[in-house]
T-cell receptor, first 112, second 113 residues
Framework: DTGVSQNPRHKITKRGQNVTFRCDPI?????LYWYRQTLGQGPEFLTY????????KSRLLSDRFSAERPKGSFSTLEIQRTEQGDSAMYLC??????????FGPGTRLTVT | TQLLEQSPQFLSIQEGENLTVYCNSS?????LQWYRQEPGEGPVLLVT?????EVKKLKRLTFQFGDARKDSSLHITAAQPGDTGLYLC?????????????FGKGTRLHILP
């Protein structure tokens, strides 16, 4: 399968713990996006990479969120000191252009 | 303020009926993308419309981009239960210089057999 993959698919953690999610994009795609989606809402933009450069970071993201894309390949999204309000589906997408995106299956985070 | 407004928010219709859902903005977009999302999965790209007035067809789905590139519609002919899902429109934020993509809240469509 050469689509976007995300791991883990589900994560349950206790409030205050740190979590890290991984996204492996389609290999020839230089753009990589992270989104958060809560029930009944569309995806909310979190951050965007072009190759290894992080070009944009949403004001929605607090200092507890950080993302990396070393060597312009896979990306990780870390949430420190998780809060119950962080519970959501975290989606990753990759693309070659701004007119299309290919999404992974998402990581569902539950903070108890 | 939501840059992309989708309507209706929910739609439940009988199999075989036709329907149209809308994506509207007060801003001009260089292009708009339509996605369908099923529960527990990521959105799947259906189509991108680029030219004002453009019409694209994907089997029973017809997508139109407004002449002024501020709105788009999706028309489904003879809806089937397999069309059930969340339909999202998205585009590059016209207020942003770095190709940030924004989404509408979606139209949740349920086709009754």
């Amino acid at each position: 399968d050469t689509g976007v993959s995300q791991n883990p698919r589900h994560k349950i953690t206790k409030r205050g713990q740190n979590v890290t999610f991984r996204c492996d994009p389609i290999s020839e795609h230089n753009r990589l996006y992270w989104y958060r989606q809560t029930l009944g809402q569309g995806p909310e933009f979190l951050t965007y990479f072009q190759n290894e450069a992080q070009l944009e970071k949403s004001r929605l993201l607090s200092d507890r969120f950080s993302a990396e894309r070393p060597k312009g390949s896979f990306s990780t999204l870390e949430i420190q000191r998780t809060e119950q309000g962080d519970s959501a589906m975290y989606l990753c997408a990759s693309s070659r252009s701004r007119d299309e995106q290919y999404f992974g299956p998402g990581t569902r985070l539950t903070v108890t | 303020t939501q840059l992309l407004e989708q309507s209706p928010q929910f739609l439940s219709i009988q199999e075989g009926e036709n329907l149209t859902v809308y994506c509207n903005s007060s801003s001009v977009f260089s292009s708009l993308q339509w996605y369908r999302q099923e529960p527990g999965e990521g959105p799947v790209l259906l189509v991108t419309v680029v030219t004002g007035g453009e019409v694209k067809k994907l089997k029973r789905l017809t997508f139109q981009f407004g002449d002024a590139r501020k709105d788009s519609s999706l028309h489904i002919t003879a809806a089937q239960p397999g069309d059930t899902g969340l339909y999202l429109c998205a585009g590059v934020d016209p207020m942003n210089r770095d190709d940030k993509i924004i989404f509408g809240k979606g139209t949740r469509l349920h086709i009754l057999p």
